[in-house]
């Protein structure tokens, strides 16, 4: 069973702050061995929390801490009122980063994979990037370029994706995520196609001004 010491007086408590805060380690430590029972009264605020107490009084202990090296000995009130607060502010933002980090998924961490073996990740799955305008606006200001381009491409699913996604030969403009559907691909690897098309096509309209 942990035993924790008594605490001390008014007189005393003043006598050690005005040590501590002189930079006597001796007199700060002493503080905080005699103030431990008022960090485990706090701990027990959080029981509910899943994580140990031990963790929590470490964390607890550490708010104490800051507590005694910035009180301030003009203030009227006792070093247990202030400590309290920064006690409890430490486990509350210790709690609040452990919750958040639960919930942190790696949107780029692989999930599965489609049909041809690519992986998927969750990014796949939630997200669907905005229409890049620059290379939409590219290609339909080309559009008589691009027209003859795209009869000699030879790669059919880079045809495919680039027709589908900017709304060629009058279809409707189609999202990433409608082409993988479509496709049975994943819409990541929809847009490594995409981007590589639209790379190609970027070099062959060069060699067609420069002709």
């Known amino acids: 069973m942990r035993t924790f010491r008594k605490p001390l007086s008014q007189e005393e408590e003043r006598e050690y702050l005005k040590k501590a805060l002189q ?14 029972r008022l960090v485990a009264h706090i701990v027990k605020k959080y029981h509910n929390y899943e994580k140990e107490t031990e963790d929590l009084i ?21 070093l247990v009122t202030y400590a309290s607060k920064c006690i409890e502010n430490e486990i509350l933002m210790m709690l609040r ?23 998927i990740s969750l990014l796949d799955i939630i997200y669907e ?14 559009e008589k370029y691009l027209y003859r381009i795209l009869e000699q491409m ?22 990433q995520r409608e082409i993988a559907d479509r496709l049975g691909i994943s819409r990541s690897y929809v847009s490594r196609i995409e981007k590589k098309a639209i790379e190609n096509l970027r070099r062959k309209f060069e060699e067609e001004w420069k002709s």
Not at 24 to 34: I, K, P, Q, T
Not at 103 to 111: A, G, H, M, N, T
């Open 58 to 78: 470490s964390v607890g202990t550490i708010g104490l801490i800051k507590a005694i090296n910035t009180f301030k000995l003009e203030s009227s009130n006792r």
């Open 23 to 36: 930079g006597d380690l001796e007199a700060r430590n002493h503080l905080v061995v005699h103030n431990m």
């Open 154 to 175: 030879e790669n059919g699913r880079e045809k495919s994706i680039i027709i589908y996604r900017y709304g060629l030969y009058g279809k409707p403009e189609m999202t």
């Open 97 to 119: 980063y452990k919750k958040k980090s639960a919930k942190d998924v790696s949107i780029y961490e692989p999930i599965g994979s489609d049909k041809e073996g690519n992986e």
């Open 129 to 142: 990037p905005e229409v890049d305008f620059d290379e939409a606006i590219f290609l339909k200001d080309n």
